[in-house]
């Protein structure tokens, strides 16, 4: 097999294997959802920034209440903090953890796709898929925003091709531009 | 190939060297827990050493009772046999099957023997901490959103006598109450059994996602490896993970990092096959580009470390290295790895990349952000056994150096 052959097969078989992937197009606990599904099952849409995280006992079961200074609001009321409720945390000796949950540092500042009321916990549309966090480039100054989820490629059986429809790295700008061209578009 | 060579010589040095005597970050993406070391030793072994997660595997402990229950506003179970008894049997027999998928495993202490009953309660509502490990098909819950199609709580004891339910831990990290949840409420999402899925193409696979989330029941994590049971994202509705099970290969739809997993996790202390282990460091070339806060990290924290058999080429095992501990604790991050219960007699080539792919650090959390305790999450923690977890390194490009 010469070396242009083989580079062919190589890349038949990378293709099968992107294939094979591809088809994994929702999460375990998760079903895919594209970003006008999150606008959409969101009653709220902010900038906050993590102040601190509780752990409670509710109903026999472990939660853990992260309390969140809300920077800016791009849908919907929210009041100045919002507690927004995931499953798991620590209480007592026990520890309860649900995998795919997405945990906040303090000080760390994120967009979240709620689903909620305010004057009760919110929680998070489609968990990882509803958190963009922020990151800002310390030589430039420049934010940009990446979804938890942004990585996992999708088959679209249309063009038959493969695209990753997550938000990674995009500037905080075309981010907001992008969301509030969609939530334009749904309250027509 | 090319590409990961050209990656792995790129920017950074991965310094790939033995280690001896050390406890490095076991494990492939398991669920780890920090014992209590405010309990005196006899409850929490002295040591602030992160664990895993685990079951008991001795016979009959592991059982499980599942709600027959089920969604029928809108009908989230679809089966082939339409008939209720024949529906219930069908829906058993997937979950019969995918206990079966973890217990076929070669090489573990974990066996047909440790499974307990299964047995059906006729009730919605059975999942809750109460020492029970439960399947639930119809149980409204807080913490499903849309999109969200099932998910598993774990709940694990930091010390030995902690009581959950008729639960007594005997074991740190005994995982004491482990319940499956189903979404029961979403229009649009159903679960279809292996003999119905085909008829309902737009179904999620019943038996995939099961046996993902029994991963969950057992102590996993997440894993990185794309063909893993444990990946976290399931098959497309219609379709499922890897091959179905047979009676011949029972643990087909793993891949080799699951059953490496497991062999680590449960651990056979009479297999003489599965004992090759990999260890090292991932170091930085420049140490001034490690994170001077939290202080004391000396390694990439968070790497992805992935064991090739050279001979097919198959992914082996992955594991998250980073740290590594030695009693009393705590852990440090100090970039060790470890890949372990290889089977002896192979040639395996290892790379290390950032968890920045399909897989990112908030998939696999529990297995990262849990490796310490410090006064300031539990208060009282002595000092000496306090650490704070760094955050996961995902800026590094590596290139391999051979062992000393």
Redesign the interface.
């Known amino acids: 097999m010469s070396y242009v052959q083989r580079r062919r097969f190589l890349w038949v078989l990378f293709l099968i294997g992107i294939a094979l992937i591809a088809i994994v197009a929702n999460a375990t606990t998760l079903a895919r959802l594209q970003f006008y599904q999150l606008v959409q099952h969101s009653s709220a849409i902010a900038r906050v920034r993590c102040l601190r995280a509780d752990t409670r006992l509710d109903n026999g079961e472990i939660w853990t209440d992260t309390v969140f200074e809300v920077v800016q609001h791009d849908k919907g009321f929210l009041p100045p903090e919002i507690v927004v409720r995931m499953p798991g945390g620590k209480f007592q000796h026990l520890h309860s953890h649900v995998d795919g949950v997405p945990e906040f540092r303090p000080g760390e500042e994120v967009f979240l796709f709620l689903t909620g009321r305010p004057g009760r916990q919110f929680y998070i549309v489609g968990w990882t898929q509803g958190t963009f966090r922020i990151r800002k480039d310390m030589r430039t100054g420049m934010e940009a925003v990446t979804q938890d989820s942004a990585d996992v490629p999708v088959f679209d059986p249309q063009t038959k091709d493969f695209t990753k429809t997550g938000v990674k790295d995009l500037r905080i700008d075309r981010f907001l531009e992008k969301l509030n061209k969609e939530i334009y578009r749904q309250s027509l | 190939m090319r590409d990961i060579i050209r990656k792995m010589a790129a920017t950074g040095i991965a310094l790939l060297y033995g280690l001896w005597s050390v406890v490095a970050a076991h494990g492939y993406s398991f669920?780890q827990?920090v014992p209590?070391v405010r309990q005196p030793a006899s409850a929490s072994g002295g040591s602030a050493c992160p664990v895993p997660?685990h079951q008991l595997t001795a016979p009959g402990s592991i059982a499980v009772q599942w709600s027959t229950v089920l969604g029928t506003n809108p009908q989230t179970i679809l089966t082939n046999d339409q008939t209720p008894t024949g529906s219930l049997n069908e829906i058993e027999a997937v979950i019969q099957q995918s206990r079966g998928v973890w217990t076929g495993v070669a090489a573990t202490s974990l066996t047909t023997s440790s499974l307990g009953p299964l047995t059906r309660v006729a009730s919605a509502n059975i999942c809750?901490?109460?020492g029970l490990n439960s399947i639930c098909f119809d149980q409204p819950?807080?913490?499903f959103?849309?999109?969200?199609?099932?998910?598993?709580?774990?709940?694990?004891?930091?010390?030995i006598g902690?009581q959950?339910g008729s639960v007594v831990s005997s074991e740190v990290g005994q995982i004491?109450d482990a319940d499956i949840y189903f979404n029961p409420s979403d229009s649009?999402?159903t679960f279809a059994t292996p003999a119905a899925l085909s008829a309902n193409p737009k179904s999620?696979d019943l038996e995939s996602?099961l046996t993902?989330?029994l991963g969950?029941t057992l102590g996993f994590?997440?894993s990185a490896v794309?063909s893993a049971m444990m990946?976290?994202?399931?098959?497309?509705?219609g379709?499922f993970t890897g091959v179905r099970p047979t009676t011949q290969q029972p643990d087909a739809p793993l891949a080799d990092d699951d059953r490496t997993g497991l062999r680590t996790l449960y651990s056979d202390p009479n297999d003489t096959t599965y004992v090759g282990s990999i260890q090292g460091h991932i170091l930085p070339a420049n140490p001034l580009s490690l994170p001077t806060a939290p202080p004391g990290v000396t390694g990439i924290f968070g790497a992805h470390v992935v064991a090739v058999d050279v001979s097919t080429g198959n992914v082996i095992a992955g594991t998250l290295g980073g740290w590594s501990c030695q009693a009393p604790g705590p852990a440090q991050f100090d970039g060790s790895y470890l890949l372990d219960h290889l089977l002896v007699g192979h040639t395996y080539s290892v790379y290390a990349e950032p968890l920045?792919?399909?897989?990112?650090p908030?998939?696999?959390?529990?297995a990262l952000?849990?490796l310490c305790r410090n006064a300031t999450?539990d208060p009282g923690w002595p000092p000496a056994q306090s650490c704070v977890v760094p955050?996961v390194n995902q800026q590094f490009t590596t290139r391999t150096r051979p062992a000393p």
């Open positions: 669920n827990i209590d997660a809750g901490s109460d819950d807080m913490a959103t849309p999109g969200v199609l099932a998910f598993t709580r774990v709940i694990t004891a930091d010390a902690i959950l004491l649009s999402v999620y996602i993902h989330e969950h994590s997440h794309w990946f976290p994202f399931a098959p497309a509705p379709t920045d792919g399909a897989v990112s908030s998939d696999v959390t529990n952000v849990t999450t955050p």
